[in-house]
């Protein structure tokens, strides 16, 4: 005879193996359906006004060899997101931008020791306009949840020109972001102030000037400018992109593009040169009279100023020989003047 099972009782055998089974299958498909999501967003580009409206970039590597994180988040075009006659779709796309933007710090993070990266928000120009506005809380709101994955990756952060209203907005921030914030320095817009606290952290050469970093700085990436993806497929030399060369010269080549120094072949020149002239000839087609006639003006005027110029230098000189006359003039006349009085008495 079975006894009935005691509430809750431990389970064993084989019903036991088959339950931890599921459990297994359910956390692999988790961790494979966040694997696949995060595929996704590391093939995702961001549309150009994404782009050009909230760029940051990474500055270089500590002294530990922690990469750093860079983001002027004061001069993001927030309105363009969330003012009047805002898309939602935009605000999806920002949303993946900044996931795409933790989740290449949390990559580039697996190379140091700590496995932690440095976070440097800069909040010059940050407004009450962002603070009244609904819309940005409620996406700020959503953004610290998704964040969730990434705190462990956090060494420390600074948070740099905080103004007044910055301040509030992290006050409203703090309690959820709970014992990261202990990892953050704040500072105000004082640079004397912050500027040394970085760089006894941070190498010179790895910061930009404005934060007391050296005049020669190179950023290691340039991300929310364009992308690697992006430059193969706008590059005005296809040709030289089908040679079979090693991805590693190719990436060489699109770093050293962005960075602008980029020395090109007189072939790769004269290629530029040529798409430069059918563009003037296509945009003008009359071109060559219209830069004719503007040479006129420039003459036209140029030889006004010098009439103008001649004019006032001959009333000058007028004015400087006439001067010296009116005075032996004056004189003679006193002089008559006494001899006539000095007959009469």
Known sequence: VRRPKRKGARECGPQRLSNNNTINQELSSETDAESAYFNEIKKWIPPAEIRQGFPYYFSGYDYDGRPILVAEMGKWKWSSVFGRGANPQTERALETHIIQALYRMSILSQDSPDQEAVLVLDFDGFSHAQLGNTGYLR??????????HFRGKLGYGYFVNVNFVAQTMLSFVKPMLGALFERVEIYGTNPRQWAPRLLRKIPKNQLAPWYGGSKDFKPLARIGILGYREYRKTCLFPKANQKPHSQQQRYQQFRQWTQGHLHLTPKQKAIVRKIAERLLKSLAPNIEHQLQRLGDRIYNGIRRDQQMSD???????????????????????KGKKKIHRFRKG
């Open 139 to 148: 996406f700020l709101q959503r953004q610290l949840g998704n964040s969730e």
């Open 311 to 333: 004019e006032m230098e001959e009333k000058r000189h007028q004015e400087n020989t006439s001067k010296p006359l009116k005075i032996i003039k004056q004189a003679l006349k």
